[in-house]
């Protein structure tokens, strides 16, 4: 084997592995993995100057059956590993959307000073200043039931004035507010928040479904690619008893030709020959350690698993039994559990709640506030002689007496009030409802065309399985030709009735036709792993359904509802 063709066969190698996963991006992982390419460059190197089988990789055997190959790829298979992610992921976006709903504690602390010129002899200074102490607490909550907000307030403040009319100096001022805004219309079924809450759900489900065909495509995958390095091994079998076959014929021709009974060009065609067995040889050793490779690369967990380093033997055979198939009954299954319909019915679920948000979207914004507050005063108050007069008396007075006073709500607020609005004419609303109703109809077109889609591929792969069948029982009779017909070629070459051309060539033959009986053989396996398949999972697994999201425009967003002035204006807000 000569180096070029030494290097194509280690690119077919590295292109059956398919992508690094990223946890083998470190250097330690990346230099590991070169150093285990530059020795299978060097022992491919070797392998071509030998008949014998070279272990496609330094290490033990390791004896791996079909169900043990099938476990690993569920623990180990990084494609499963990166997929089971995914659902986790949706867990703190729905966490996000639930804290939007749960209260909110805002406080205020400050102290504001401020020094104004009087325009006026009733504002009781030339120069008035103002020194203003503010304490302030509450809690607001959005209310995932009817959509509407409540907030609890608690407000103070201490003004102290060089006001000469003033009765209170410093001033206590106290006061707490209840506000509730309530949707009647527009965003009391459901809101942007809420439609958003139940989608992401939705999709939460299409991960973990997403996850499911995952699993059942990877599976499939080690199946196929366990059966494929079980026909890599028994071709390279065929190719040596096949050389084997060929190497007796080359020393009993020399032998023929010693004792005058044959001529020498007939040596000279079987080495011919001979050589074109070993070349046989060397290309299917190439194809073993491809395969090996392929099954590696969804049995481990990166290039520092133990597997990876070592040389894997698969035990089982393919055994050859018919099987049944219900058609019918596959397509019925099919149309009940293929993950990429389930996930398109998923989808079809969210695109209702996009919908019924943006119908909602088009109602009258009618909002209903109610207020209801108390105020208390406290501070020193001052009693004078007429309006600016000296003061005669003063009244102590403090904290306690402004809470007093508004515990026994002597000074109660109230608010009710509707608030109503509408664009007149076409809105926003209108057109992102009637775009999304045209997605919906196309929606449901994708999701039929997908229903006939699989009902066309189970079919299909039933079809394979029965053709897979007829092949090989066509291979087998070729081979148990094959194989008389060179018994019988060398029969009569022994006794001079046959030419060392035809042997040669029922050799041949017969190698021919056990490599297509094994591949007959292994592809109608596979063949009945893809029928399994196909009525679970889409040949790419973790893949959508097909069917488009109905986009929520900006119809989508939440309402924003203000609270300010619900507390009727009252003093020390």
């Not at 990084?78 to 995914?86: F, G, H, K, Q, Y």
């Not at 607490?137 to 609890?152: A, F, I, P, T, Y």
């Not at 909002?367 to 102590?396: H, K």
């Not at 060392?500 to 063949?527: S, T």
């Amino acid at each position: 084997m000569n180096r070029t063709t030494l290097c194509f066969v280690l690119v077919v190698s590295a292109a059956a592995l398919g992508p690094l996963p990223a946890l083998a991006q470190d250097a330690e992982r990346v230099d590991g993995l070169a150093r285990d390419a530059a020795a299978r460059f060097e022992r491919a190197l070797a392998g071509g100057q030998t008949t014998r089988t070279v272990p496609p990789v330094a290490g033990a055997t390791t004896d791996l059956t079909l169900d043990e190959a099938t476990a690993r790829a569920l623990e180990r298979n990084l494609d499963i590993a990166v997929e089971r992610l995914n659902p986790q992921t949706f867990d703190f976006s729905i966490a996000s959307l639930d804290a939007s709903y749960r209260p909110t504690f805002s406080s205020q602390f400050g102290l504001r000073n401020a020094t104004t010129f009087s325009r006026s002899q009733t504002a009781g200074a030339v120069v008035l200043e103002t020194a203003t102490l503010t304490g302030n607490s509450g809690l607001s909550q959005n209310l995932k039931w009817g959509g509407g907000q409540l907030s609890v307030t608690f407000n103070n403040n201490r003004l102290k004035q060089s006001d000469a009319f003033a009765l209170r100096n410093p001033t206590l001022n106290t006061s707490f507010s209840a506000v509730m805004v309530q949707p009647l219309l527009r965003g009391f079924r459901i809101d942007g928040t809420r439609s958003q809450l139940v989608i992401t759900h939705l999709n939460q489900e299409i991960s973990e479904i997403a996850l499911k065909g995952t699993i059942v495509a990877t599976l499939a995958g080690v199946r196929n690619a366990y059966w494929d390095l079980v026909y890599a091994v028994q071709a390279v079998d065929v190719a040596q008893r096949s050389l084997a076959l060929a190497t007796k014929l080359v020393d009993d021709n020399r032998a023929r030709v010693e004792v005058g009974t044959l001529a020498p060009i007939d040596v000279v065609q079987a080495q011919s020959e001979e050589a074109l067995r070993r070349q046989a040889l060397v290309q299917a050793e190439a194809t073993h350690q491809t395969a090996e490779l392929a099954l590696k690369r969804l049995l481990v967990s990166g290039t520092d698993d133990p597997l990876w380093s070592a040389s894997i033997n698969p035990v089982d055979r393919p055994i050859f039994s018919t099987e049944s198939l219900d058609v019918e009954g596959a397509v019925r299954r099919a149309l009940q559990q293929r993950t990429d319909l389930q996930q398109s019915l998923r989808q079809l679920e969210s695109n209702d709640v996009s919908i019924r948000n943006l119908s909602d979207q088009r109602l009258p914004a009618l909002d209903l506030t109610a207020s209801y507050g108390a105020s208390g005063i406290g501070g020193p108050q001052f009693v004078r002689q007429g309006l600016g007069g000296l003061i005669t008396d003063t009244i102590p007075s403090g904290w306690g007496d402004a809470l007093g006073t508004l515990a026994h709500l002597t000074a109660p607020q109230w608010n009710l009030a509707l608030n109503l609005s509408y664009p007149i004419g076409a809105s926003t609303a209108d057109a992102n409802l009637a775009r999304a109703r045209v997605q919906k109809q196309q929606t449901l077109a994708q999701s039929r065309k997908l229903e006939l889609q699989i009902a066309t591929e189970v079919t299909n792969s039933a079809l394979q399985v029965q053709n897979s069948l007829t092949a090989y029982q066509a291979a087998l009779a070729s081979r148990e030709l094959a194989q008389q017909r060179l018994d019988a070629e060398t029969s009569k070459f022994e006794v001079g009735m046959s030419t060392n051309f035809f042997v040669v060539q029922a050799q041949r033959d017969l190698a021919d036709a056990q490599n297509a009986e094994l591949r007959a053989l292994l592809n109608y396996r596979k063949a009945l792993v893809d029928f399994q398949r196909v009525q679970e999972a889409p040949a790419g697994g973790g893949s959508g359904g097909g069917v488009t999201a109905v986009s929520g425009g900006t119809g989508g967003a939440t309402t924003t509802r203000s609270t300010a002035g619900g507390g009727g204006g009252f003093g020390g807000f």
